[in-house]
T-cell receptor
Framework: SQQGEEDPQALSIQEGENATMNCSYKTSINNLQWYRQNSGRGLVHLILIRSNEREKHSGRLRVTLDTSKKSSSLLITASRAADTASYFCATKPYAGNNRKLIWGLGTSLAVNP | GAVVSQHPSRVICKSGTSVKIECRSLDFQATTMFWYRQFPKQSLMLMATSNEGSKATYEQGVEKDKFLINHASLTLSTLTVTSAHPEDSSFYIC???????????????FGPGTRLTVL
């Protein structure tokens, strides 16, 4: 079952603005990952942050993790129209079946030119 | 980077027929592959976990006789939707874990998906 929840469910911004998406989860995790999906396509891995990390950067992406609040945020700076996509967080639980990822419901981002 | 292909990308079939979808890891060995189903504007729903050389592990509520999964080699897994019906119409996506790298990265590499339409 899905345990991750992203908010907002949908976000519409202008090109050049920053976009922030949040993800909350319920159980202890080993790591949390963010993926991107363009309409009608597969998913692309963006960034992975481990439970002992608090912040990670990759280009215009910045991910934070707060394990005490069981939440993560994905920040896309200086957004571009090409960033328009759905963004999903996925968690790897600390215990149990260590192969499955638990997926969030996703945030649909629209960047208007 | 790791590439996963899926074939076909789109298929339209008549009700009652069976459809096979292939998922291949092109430049790495995938000890584990995952099959997902996705409805429009919704998240991924894990259907089953496929391990090379052994039986797939199906998620609760997924009919294993309806969705046959075979993972005969380290680079190929297939999903066969048997006796397809209109309610099986969906977007099916596979992903694969790199058997060597995944212990470090836990990353899944996704195929481009297959759009199945059952008439």
């Amino acid at each position: 079952s899905q345990q991750g929840e992203e908010d907002p469910q949908a976000l519409s911004i202008q090109e050049g603005e920053n976009a922030t998406m949040n993800c909350s989860y319920k159980t202890s995790i080993n790591n949390l990952q963010w993926y991107r999906q363009n309409s009608g396509r597969g998913l692309v891995h963006l960034i992975l942050i481990r439970s002992n990390e608090r912040e990670k950067h990759s280009g215009r992406l910045r991910v934070t993790l707060d394990t005490s609040k069981k939440s993560s945020s994905l920040l896309i700076t200086a957004s571009r129209a090409a960033d328009t996509a759905s963004y999903f967080c996925a968690t790897k639980p600390y215990a149990g079946n260590n192969r499955k990822l638990i997926w969030g419901l996703g945030t649909s981002l629209a960047v208007n030119p | 980077g790791a590439v996963v292909s899926q074939h076909p990308s789109r298929v339209i079939c008549k009700s009652g027929t069976s459809v096979k979808i292939e998922c291949r890891s092109l430049d790495f060995q995938a000890t584990t592959m995952f099959w997902y189903r996705q409805f429009p504007k919704q998240s991924l729903m894990l259907m089953a976990t496929s391990n090379e050389g052994s039986k797939a592990t199906y998620e609760q509520g997924v009919e294993k006789d309806k969705f046959l999964i075979n993972h005969a080699s380290l680079t190929l897994s297939t999903l066969t939707v048997t006796s397809a019906h209109p309610e099986d119409s969906s977007f099916y996506i596979c992903s694969a874990r790199d058997g060597w790298a995944s212990s470090r990265t836990d990353t899944q590499y996704f195929g481009p998906g297959t759009r199945l339409t059952v008439l």
